[in-house]
């Protein structure tokens, strides 16, 4: 029992010395160790120091510039001749090829009081995106009986924008009679709302002037049924007795016809056109025995390749 109270006694002494030793302690033995600052790095004089300068830099002479391209920069590195090549095929797959169509718009069996007549106008053209040479035709008859009107025309074409072209050439009139000569020049184009129009002045070889105003739209019914409303103005700039026309506004026509698209290439149609002459024209219809307007009931196919 005393030996129990004893070891108890020099426990209780023995306690608080060691913990004063353990405050006492150098305790920056254990702290972590820090890294030691990287020394500033010196910064060099030339900005450029640290990048190496091509080869073929250092074998060019110092202060001559290479020579610049004037036109085309590849030129400089590949041979002229070849990048010449190169961009002629890419021209050529990019909107210069050549190009051809033929368009038959119009051939009608046209069923109207008195004698029943026929027409046609058609358009074929070849060349490219900007420059075309164009071939018109346009007329009419009697079935059976006399052809009352056949002009052809020769025509250059120009676009000046991506929906316009300027339009120049000469046109011959084999009917009616006597013949006529043409020099041409007009516009035509899509107009807004995808109004197809076209204007054309008329200068003969007499000294007679004339101006055509013509314009049509395509109303889509179905993907195959469209129906074609079509205007036709002629304006005389002086009376040409000898071919019954009158100065001013000498005939107007006016047509609607539906057609139904088998393919787009081919579409029979039926329709309605009216035709009136004006002014003088009128005047000369009635003295040659002719009326001065005729309504007709059209049936016709449109087709082109």
Same mark, same amino acid.
């Given at each position: ?7 108890a ?23 972590? !160790? ?5 020394? &500033? @790095?010196?910064?060099?004089? $030339? /900005? ?6 091509? *080869?073929?830099?250092d074998?060019m002479?110092?202060?001559?510039? !290479?020579?610049?391209?004037?036109d085309? &920069? @590849?030129?400089?590195?590949? $041979? /002229? ?6 961009? *002629? ?24 009081k ?18 075309r ?5 346009e ?8 052809l ?11 676009a000046?924008?991506?929906w ?31 109004f ?6 008329f ?7 004339h ?10 019914i179905?993907?195959?049924l469209?129906?074609?409303p ?13 071919l ?6 000498s ?5 609607l ?39 007709s009931?059209?049936?016709g ?5």
């Amino acid at each position: 029992m005393k030996h129990l109270i004893a070891t108890a006694l020099l426990a209780g002494i023995a306690t608080p010395a060691v913990a004063q030793d353990h405050s006492q302690m150098d305790h920056s033995a254990h702290q972590m !160790p820090q890294p030691e600052a990287a020394p &500033a @790095a010196a910064e060099p004089a $030339d /900005p450029h120091a640290g990048h190496a300068m091509p *080869a073929s830099d250092d074998a060019m002479p110092k202060g001559v510039a !290479p020579p610049v391209p004037t036109d085309h &920069a @590849a030129d400089a590195l590949y $041979d /002229p001749a070849t990048m010449a090549r190169a961009r *002629a095929a890419m021209t050529k797959e990019n909107g210069g090829m050549t190009f051809s169509q033929l368009m038959i718009d119009r051939l009608e069996y046209r069923a109207q009081k008195g004698a029943d007549g026929y027409h046609w106008e058609g358009e074929g053209w070849i060349g490219g995106d900007i420059n075309r040479l164009a071939i018109k035709s346009e007329g009419e008859g009697e079935v059976g009986g006399r052809l009352h009107q056949a002009e052809l025309q020769a025509l250059y074409s120009r676009a000046i924008d991506p929906w316009w072209n300027i339009v120049a050439g000469v046109r011959q009139d084999f009917r009616p009679q006597p013949q006529r000569t043409y020099a041409t020049i007009g516009i035509e184009g899509l107009a807004p709302y995808w109004f197809e129009l076209e204007a054309q002045a008329f200068l003969s070889d007499k000294g007679d002037a004339h101006l055509r105003v013509e314009g049509s739209y395509d109303q889509r019914i179905t993907q195959r049924l469209v129906l074609q409303p079509a205007a036709e103005v002629n304006i005389a700039a002086q009376d040409v007795p000898e071919l019954g026309i009158g100065s001013g506004f000498s005939t107007i026509e006016l047509g609607l016809r539906l057609r139904y698209e088998f393919a787009r290439e081919f579409a029979p149609y039926i329709g309605v056109n009216w035709e009136r002459s004006l002014g003088d024209t009128a005047r000369y219809a009635r003295a040659a025995g002719e009326g001065a307007s005729a309504t007709s009931l059209v049936m016709g196919i449109r087709f082109w390749f």
